[in-house]
C-alpha cells in the first residue's frame, strides 16, 4: 500500500505528512459523527487513498468499509464486540462503548504510521491502567511535542479523558504546514474549522456525499428489516 511504499522510500513519515493524514482522518469521523453514526473498524486498512503516493501534498484519503457501523443515539452504550482487536478500546473489551471508540483507533492508526508498529500488545496491555511507572505507551524521539500530545489524547484510556472527534479536529497539531517535500507547490493555508461549510463552496463536500450514501445504506436496511 502507500504507506509502505513510502516507508521503504523513504524510511518514515515526517510530522507534518502524518498530520496531513491524520487530519483527514479525523474529518471523517468527525463527520460521520455527526450523522450519529458509529464505525467500530477505524484501522489504516478502512482509509483508501487516491493516489499510490501518500506524500503527495494533494493526496487525499476517504473512510470506507462500513460494516460494523451502526447508528447509535445520544447517550447509547454499544455492547458488541466487532472490528478488528488490535483497535478495540479498553471499554470494547468491557462491552459499554460510545463513538470515542473511532477515536481511540484514529489514535492507534497514527501511532502505526508514526512507529510502523502497534502502541499496545493485545487486550492486557490496552486495558492496563496507566502509573507513572508504565505510561501508556513509548515514541521516538523524532516525534514532536504536538503529535506526542494528539496520540495521548486520542488514546487516553479513558473515555472520559478521550476528546469527541468535533473537538480533535481542532488539535493544534493538525494544522501543521503541509513542507515535507521541498520544491512543491505549497497549499493555500487552511482557513479556521468552525464545523461549518465555508460560504463560498458551491459544490457539495465530499464528506457530506460519503454520509448521504452511509444514511442511505442504513435506510435501506431498516426498510428490509420493516418488510
Excluded at 173 to 182: A, N
Aim: proline share 8%; glycine share 6%.
Amino acid at each position: 500500500d502507500g504507506f509502505n511504499l513510502y516507508r521503504r522510500s523513504y524510511s518514515r513519515l515526517p510530522d507534518a505528512l502524518l498530520a496531513h493524514l491524520s487530519r483527514q482522518m479525523v474529518a471523517a469521523v468527525s463527520h460521520m459523527h455527526s450523522l450519529k453514526v458509529i464505525h467500530r473498524d477505524i484501522k489504516g486498512e478502512n482509509f483508501l487513498c487516491d493516489r499510490p503516493d501518500i506524500g503527495d501534498p494533494k493526496c487525499t484519503i476517504a473512510l470506507a468499509d462500513f460494516g460494523t457501523a451502526a447508528r447509535v443515539a445520544p447517550g447509547e452504550q454499544k455492547v458488541e464486540q466487532l472490528g478488528t482487536p488490535a483497535f478495540w478500546a479498553p471499554e470494547v473489551w468491557s462491552r459499554r462503548y460510545n463513538t470515542l471508540v473511532d477515536i481511540w483507533a484514529v489514535g492507534v492508526t497514527s501511532y502505526i504510521l508514526l512507529m510502523g508498529r502497534l502502541p499496545f500488545d493485545g487486550e492486557e496491555d490496552i486495558c492496563k491502567p496507566v502509573t507513572a511507572a508504565a505510561p501508556p505507551f513509548a515514541v521516538s524521539s523524532y516525534a514532536s511535542e504536538a503529535c506526542v500530545d494528539f496520540l495521548s489524547r486520542s488514546m487516553a484510556k479513558s473515555p472520559k479523558d478521550r476528546p469527541s472527534s468535533s473537538k480533535l479536529a481542532k488539535h493544534s497539531w493538525l494544522e501543521t504546514p503541509p513542507t515535507w517535500r521541498d520544491g512543491q507547490q505549497q497549499r493555500t493555508a487552511p482557513s479556521p474549522r468552525t464545523g461549518r461549510p465555508t460560504k463560498t463552496a458551491k459544490a457539495k463536500d465530499p464528506l457530506e456525499l460519503l454520509g448521504d450514501a452511509v444514511l442511505s445504506c442504513f435506510d435501506g436496511l431498516a426498510q428490509i428489516g420493516r418488510a
